[in-house]
């Protein structure tokens, strides 16, 4: 039950004049969760106020500040915006009234306190962000298209529409004529025991029903299995209006049309017998092994589509339930489109195909990366075992290393999210801090040990190409993205130019300290050429020099070498100095800017990074549980890093491709995928800020946290990593964050401006695809 209790204050009614009506709230409405909420108001609907009585709701014109509350929910509140005088406005489904010299108040409910620090969590500097629930939602609190996808099949349903989709024709084509072609080949092999002749009977009625099983329900004979479920077929929820004198809740009231509903009996069911016959046991050995093979295969096949997991739902209920009914109980029916009321069946299936199972999860996990975890365990097993290539090429084993470390993020990005929630700042930060790069980290000090082993140089090369990768993606392609699906969808997207300009200051520290070795490089070294040819009679250019660059082992080590290395280690601590003075003003001494707080509704205050709901929730993950899933994803991720670097080699050996290319798109971007994919999902829901902040926050680790991991991993044990990179990495991280700044001063953004930051990163993408390997690769 929900009440919605709305009350708006006058206020300046020219400034909410120039908010534009197309700024929808950075939060909007999931499809997972408007479903429930009750109807909003009209512009002059009476409201009845608990001490003014009935009263007119004024306008959208004369009121400035407006809070609606819903409770018993959660809320998050979200300042966002330039200086002035701060004005609210209200929760995420209403409309949001924007001024460049106001500070704009954005409202997002939570459903609980856990809920509550995730969402909190995501706007503080540092912290990773993360878009999935870590409490299992209630399924009553969900629309019906998310219920839909949790459904066993056994309900039938007022039938919508033709049967007769693209996707139950592709079922056909993957699954319907194999599978009914075996019930058609065990039928007469039933028919021949003569005893076993009633289950060659329901192998014909199931081989037509295999091959188009929708609109079709399978039902036990002679008894209507648990027909308890009935639904009005139109509701609408009204929620009532509050006493004045009492105050309090009231129940939301069901109105129904006036169609008749029949919610029939249930019928009085026998007992059967039929374990008790032989021919029970003869289908047992002769017919129901065969048909689980098979119905096993299609469930694995459809479920590993993902989108066709109802088809392994229908075989899986076949196989366990129907196959093991006595054969004469076993009815078909085809569905009458006239039904009116919800109907408890065995089985009944109207689409195999569901492009909504994306989101389907199971105990807080998605089915994506859950999919992905048998790989994972393949992957390692074969790469530690097959080390002569006998089963495996090299080349197979280094692309399902790659796949394999998706999951593995995923799995680290979710206990992350899931110990910060549950922790206090303290706790997150560190969890932050120490797992957020470990995707990274497990796999750069995996390469330069490698390299080390085998003595070589391009292992090192490869490490400096995936981090300038790493960088390039977050601050060109990952906003980019964002911004153009973003705009697509809401035409035009505001955030928040101040928290974006820290980011943008904290990327030219970084991009300054990091390259600086490479500078100071360019301007001491000696510059090397590997040849040298004459050219008679050219006396203006007397030599043709090739593979030239800047070497500064050549030059007076006292003079050069000297003084690169404490460089090296100046800037390593000066980097991370300057992460920490970062999270000491965005989140200590100028947290205004983020000004994240949230509200409990029910003692109507706000509490600073305080946590106040009520209600019961239960966590998908534990902290035990989640610390123990970053540590086993974390050791998974070592071994699929150590695979991945060893079956590089070949890949390069026989590759026309640059090494570069290779390093800056898959290398780099591959671990990135979750955080892409939860950008992408934050953009979706008009929510640009946390798009930014995704790649934002990567690329500052990457430069303020990472690279100084590698150098004082290098101090301690010598690999050769050196921090000076080459030019195109150099000029090209350089060029990107000036690019970007620029983009990220109006505080708005569109699709045309994601465009542009696309169009550059695949311009940078064709310089590294052109350019030639490193010399010691």
């Known amino acids: 039950?929900?009440?919605?209790?709305?009350?708006?204050?006058?206020?300046?009614?020219?400034?909410?004049?120039?908010?534009?009506?197309?700024?929808?709230?950075?939060?909007?409405?999931?499809?997972?969760?408007?479903?429930?909420?009750?109807?909003?108001?009209?512009?002059?609907?009476?409201?009845?106020?608990?001490?003014?009585?009935?009263?007119?709701?004024?306008?959208?014109?004369?009121?400035?500040?407006?809070?609606?509350?819903?409770?018993?929910?959660?809320?998050?509140?979200v300042h966002r915006g330039g200086q002035g005088t701060t004005q609210s406005t209200p929760s995420r489904y209403g409309e949001e009234a924007w001024h460049e010299d106001t500070i704009r108040t954005t409202t997002i409910r939570a459903e609980n306190e856990v809920e509550a620090h995730r969402e909190a969590n995501n706007y503080k500097f540092g912290f990773r962000k993360w878009k999935a629930h870590v409490t299992e939602k209630p399924i009553e609190d969900r629309s019906d298209i998310i219920k839909e996808l949790y459904s066993d099949l056994s309900v039938v349903k007022p039938q919508e529409g033709s049967v007769i989709t693209f996707g139950n024709i592709i079922y056909v084509i993957l699954f319907g004529w194999w599978i009914s072609l075996?019930?058609?080949?065990i039928c007469p092999v039933m028919f021949l025991t003569i005893i076993g002749a009633a289950y060659g009977k329901l192998c014909f009625r199931l081989a037509l029903y295999f091959i188009w099983p929708f609109g079709k329900s399978i039902e036990k004979a002679g008894e209507v299995v648990g027909r308890s479920i009935a639904k009005p077929p139109k509701c609408e929820v009204i929620p009532e209006e509050s006493d004045s004198s009492a105050n309090k809740d009231s129940a939301p009231l069901l109105m129904s049309s006036p169609f008749p509903v029949e919610i029939p009996e249930p019928a009085a069911?026998?007992?059967?017998?039929?374990?008790?016959r032989v021919s029970t046991y003869v289908w047992l050995l002769l017919g129901y092994p065969v048909l689980v093979v098979v119905h096993s295969l299609a469930c694995v096949l459809s479920w590993l589509l993902v989108f066709t997991i109802p088809v392994a739902k229908m075989n899986a209920r076949t196989m366990t339930i129907v196959l093991l009914m006595a054969p004469e109980d076993v009815q078909v029916h085809k569905l009458e489109k006239t039904a009116v009321c919800e109907t408890k069946v065995i089985l009944c299936c109207y689409r195999a195909f569901n492009v909504y199972y994306y989101k389907y999860s199971i105990q807080g996990i998605n089915i994506i990366p859950l999919n992905l975890l048998p790989l994972v365990f393949i992957t390692i097993i074969i790469g530690y075992t097959d080390r002569?290539?006998?089963?495996?090429?090299?080349?197979?084993?280094?692309?399902?290393?790659?796949i394999s470390i998706i999951p593995l993020s995923y799995y680290i990005g979710m206990g992350i999210a899931s110990i910060s929630a549950q922790s206090n700042f303290a706790v997150g930060a560190v969890v932050n801090a120490t797992f957020g790069s470990i995707t990274e980290m497990t796999f750069y000090i995996t390469a330069l040990l490698q390299g080390h082993n085998a003595k070589t140089k391009c292992y090192e090369e490869i490490v400096k190409a995936a981090l300038t990768g790493t960088l390039l993606g977050c601050i060109l392609f990952v906003p980019g993205i964002c911004m153009i699906i973003g705009g697509i969808k809401h035409r035009e997207q505001r955030f928040n130019s101040r928290s974006a300009g820290v980011s943008s200051a904290l990327l030219f520290i970084s991009v300054g300290g990091v390259f600086a070795p490479t500078l100071f490089s360019k301007t001491f070294g000696d510059l090397v050429c590997e040849s040298c040819t004459n050219v008679p009679g050219n006396s203006s250019v007397p030599f043709i020099c090739r593979d030239c660059h800047y070497d500064t082992s050549t030059a007076d080590p006292h003079l050069i070498l000297s003084h690169i290395e404490?460089?090296?280690?100046?800037?390593?601590?000066?980097?991370?100095?300057?992460?920490?003075?970062?999270?000491?003003?965005?989140?200590?001494?100028?947290?205004?800017?983020?000004?994240?707080?949230?509200?409990?509704?029910?003692?109507?205050?706000?509490?600073?990074?305080?946590?106040?709901?009520?209600?019961?929730?239960?966590?998908?993950?534990?902290?035990?549980?989640?610390?123990?899933?970053?540590?086993?994803?974390?050791?998974?991720?070592?071994c699929c890093a150590d695979l991945s670097t060893e079956n590089i080699q070949p890949i390069l050996a026989h590759s026309s491709i640059s090494l570069y290319f290779i390093s800056v798109t898959v290398l780099a971007m591959?671990?990135?995928?979750?955080?892409?994919?939860?950008?992408?999902?934050?953009?979706?829901q008009n929510n640009i800020s946390l798009s930014l902040e995704v790649g934002s926050c990567i690329a500052v680790q990457v430069c303020m946290i990472q690279i100084p991991l590698l150098i004082l991993f290098n101090a301690f044990y010598d690999v050769g990593f050196v921090l000076v990179f080459s030019d195109i990495h150099l000029w090209a991280s350089i060029f990107s964050v000036i690019l970007v700044n620029y983009i990220f001063m109006d505080g708005k953004c569109d699709y045309f401006q994601g465009t542009a930051l696309v169009v550059v990163y695949l311009i940078l993408l064709a310089l590294y695809f052109f350019a030639p390997s490193p010399r010691s690769c």
């Open 566 to 638: 404490p460089l090296v280690y100046t800037i390593s601590v000066l980097l991370p100095a300057a992460y920490l003075i970062g999270l000491i003003f965005t989140l200590k001494t100028h947290s205004h800017i983020y000004d994240i707080h949230i509200s409990d509704l029910h003692g109507g205050q706000d509490a600073q990074e305080g946590t106040s709901t009520t209600g019961h929730h239960v966590v998908h993950w534990s902290r035990t549980r989640a610390l123990g899933v970053l540590i086993v994803a974390t050791v998974l991720m070592a």
């Open 1 to 77: 039950m929900f009440l919605n209790k709305c009350s708006r204050t006058p206020g300046d009614a020219e400034s909410l004049r120039r908010g534009s009506a197309a700024d929808t709230p950075e939060n909007s409405v999931d499809p997972e969760q408007h479903h429930w909420l009750p109807r909003r108001r009209c512009q002059n609907e009476r409201v009845q106020h608990p001490e003014l009585g009935a009263v007119e709701t004024p306008s959208p014109e004369a009121s400035a500040h407006h809070y609606c509350h819903y409770t018993p929910k959660c809320f998050l509140t």
């Open 182 to 185: 075996i019930y058609f080949l």
């Open 269 to 276: 069911g026998k007992t059967s017998n039929h374990w008790c």
């Open 670 to 684: 591959v671990p990135e995928l979750p955080e892409i994919v939860n950008g992408i999902l934050f953009a979706l």
């Open 388 to 402: 002569k290539h006998t089963f495996c090429s090299a080349e197979t084993k280094f692309i399902t290393a790659i």
